[in-house]
């Protein structure tokens, strides 16, 4: 169990991605990282890895801040590589329509093809890290809900947004305090304990959890109310920004990218994949 | 059609709350499968039951910001295709909302199986339809992987939603005062 891990390590630095508006990033997060998914070309994704990459620099994210996601998404691209080869080993060749073989292990071929769709994959999820990283640690929570409602999301789902960042240490606090409360009784919740027992025992911490939970609903919902909240169509946030000529440029930009990437993969490839086969 | 999805501070708060619990599990409360990348989800008993106390809309926002926020803090970035599944499947258990006499204090025979019904159509639709089929579109897996996943998590997502929301409802259920539990004399 590993409760040290922070949500949203907020970093404060006056950086030209801290300046700019949380609107700003969430829209250009949202177009780099569709442009990555998007596209199963490997020189856009090299080409946006190093930009975010460069960006990354920019922010003044260190490593240590990082390093923890980063072996998360090491596991799991790594899996996701075995398995997607061992369930279909000829999906590289179905895309690209050749078949170059290399090597054979235990009967099944290994392909040029496979190998270059797999390569492809594993950067194009990579890529995807960086991204997040820096939209995570530059991005102050409180300015997230107003983001949000920035790109037209309803600003009740926004607010239930902010409420989650609000409440996530709480809860999380909540939980901990019950669950070495339960421990101390001697319910045992480690791997020495029977499966079934351990679904029942973290049965037993969830409930109050959830029970505390619905009495924290019933006083934050009656607070908000006596403050007329949802009276109006619309509402004004305490923390945002305003928008400036830096903001203008990071959405030209990210937006020319995704743009480019289209094309890429319209007027170049044809297709989502680049096929350097034929 | 009663109004089932009508949203008032309550549903917003609770939402709020329950993403945040919803967050919690699904980082911390689970155990793994032999399916790789698949895991038993304590987190979807609990958005099957905000969702049976407060509706679809709910329900939905909850699967769907919980997912969100953990995958974002585990890996990075949402998995788009699965987050907008488990607000599907928490859409869809929405639709046990004031079907059945929970509030009332009773939850038993007739409302768990409606629920349970409820809820499996709900994983059913979201994990055997919708995952897969968003997998193969957004990210180009292979199909046999992503529908082997999406079968797996149907069935673990269902025991979760199954046990451990009926467990909590017949908790609930037992701390709300039963309708005509006072008499005149």
């Known amino acids: 169990?590993?409760?040290?891990?922070?949500?949203?390590?907020?970093?404060?630095?006056?950086?030209?991605?801290?300046?700019?508006?949380?609107?700003?990033?969430?829209?250009?997060?949202?177009?780099?990282?569709?442009?990555?998914?998007?596209?199963?070309?490997?020189?856009?994704?090299?080409?946006?890895m190093v930009f975010s990459i460069l960006l990354m620099r920019t922010a003044q994210i260190q490593f240590s801040q990082v390093r923890l996601m980063v072996i998360y998404v090491l596991i799991f691209i790594f899996t996701n590589a075995v398995i997607s080869?061992?369930?279909?080993?000829?999906?590289?060749?179905?895309?690209?329509?050749?078949?170059?073989?290399?090597?054979?292990?235990?009967?099944?071929?290994?392909?040029?093809?496979?190998?270059?769709?797999?390569?492809t994959k594993i950067f194009k999820y990579a890529s995807v890290i960086p991204l997040g990283m820096i939209f995570l640690l530059t991005t102050n929570p409180s300015e997230f809900a107003s983001s949000l409602n920035g790109i037209r999301v309803n600003y009740k789902a926004a607010v239930a947004v902010a409420l989650t960042l609000r409440y996530f240490p709480d809860i999380q606090r909540d939980y901990k305090d019950i669950y070495l409360a339960q421990q101390a009784r001697g319910l045992e919740l480690s791997r020495k304990a029977k499966f079934i027992d351990r679904f029942k025992n973290s049965l037993l911490i969830v409930i109050?959890?959830?029970?505390?939970?619905?009495?924290?609903?019933?006083?934050?919902?009656?607070?908000?109310?006596?403050?007329?909240?949802?009276?109006?169509?619309?509402?004004?946030?305490?923390?945002?920004?305003?928008?400036?000529?830096?903001?203008?440029?990071?959405?030209?930009?990210?937006g020319l990218i995704f743009i480019a990437t289209v094309f890429v993969s319209i007027f170049i490839n044809h297709s989502r994949f680049y096929n350097p086969f034929i | 059609m009663r109004d089932i999805f009508k949203v008032n501070t309550k549903t917003i708060v609770?939402?709020?709350?329950?993403?945040?619990?919803?967050?919690?599990?699904?980082?911390?409360?689970?155990?793994?499968?032999?399916?790789?990348?698949?895991?038993?989800?304590?987190?979807?008993?609990?958005?099957?039951?905000?969702?049976?106390?407060?509706?679809?809309?709910?329900?939905?926002?909850?699967?769907?910001?919980?997912?969100?926020?953990?995958?974002?803090?585990?890996?990075?970035s949402p998995w788009w295709s699965w987050v907008i599944a488990s607000g599907v499947s928490g859409f869809i258990f929405g639709f046990a909302f004031k079907r059945t006499k929970v509030e009332e204090g009773e939850f038993k025979g007739k409302d768990i199986i409606t629920f349970n019904i409820i809820q499996v159509i709900g994983n059913v639709i979201a994990?055997?339809?919708?995952?897969?089929?968003?997998?193969?579109?957004?990210?180009?897996?292979?199909?046999?992987?992503?529908?082997?996943?999406?079968?797996?998590?149907?069935?673990?997502?269902?025991?979760?939603?199954?046990?451990?929301?009926?467990?909590?409802?017949?908790?609930?259920?037992?701390?709300?005062?039963?309708?005509?539990?006072?008499?005149?004399?």
């Open chain 1, 85 to 119: 080869f061992f369930f279909s080993p000829e999906f590289g060749t179905s895309i690209y329509g050749t078949s170059h073989e290399f090597a054979s292990v235990f009967g099944i071929s290994l392909t040029f093809e496979q190998l270059f769709y797999q390569v």
């Open chain 2, 14 to 76: 609770a939402t709020g709350l329950g993403a945040a619990i919803f967050t919690l599990l699904f980082m911390y409360v689970k155990v793994p499968s032999p399916v790789p990348e698949t895991s038993f989800q304590t987190a979807y008993g609990v958005s099957a039951l905000f969702a049976t106390l407060f509706g679809p809309i709910a329900g939905a926002l909850i699967s769907f910001i919980g997912h969100a926020l953990s995958d974002a803090i585990q890996y990075g």
């Open chain 1, 1 to 48: 169990m590993n409760m040290k891990m922070k949500l949203f390590s907020y970093n404060l630095a006056d950086t030209f991605i801290h300046r700019l508006s949380g609107l700003t990033k969430l829209i250009c997060f949202l177009f780099l990282t569709f442009a990555v998914m998007y596209s199963y070309d490997i020189r856009v994704i090299l080409v946006v």
């Open chain 2, 127 to 185: 994990w055997v339809v919708i995952a897969p089929l968003l997998d193969i579109l957004i990210y180009q897996e292979p199909a046999n992987l992503v529908f082997t996943q999406g079968i797996t998590a149907a069935i673990m997502n269902s025991v979760s939603a199954g046990v451990i929301g009926t467990l909590l409802l017949v908790a609930y259920a037992a701390t709300r005062t039963k309708k005509g539990s006072l008499s005149m004399k």
């Open chain 1, 208 to 254: 109050p959890l959830i029970f505390s939970t619905l009495d924290r609903v019933e006083v934050i919902s009656n607070a908000m109310d006596l403050r007329g909240f949802s009276k109006s169509k619309t509402r004004t946030w305490y923390m945002s920004r305003n928008f400036s000529r830096q903001d203008a440029l990071a959405l030209v930009v990210s």
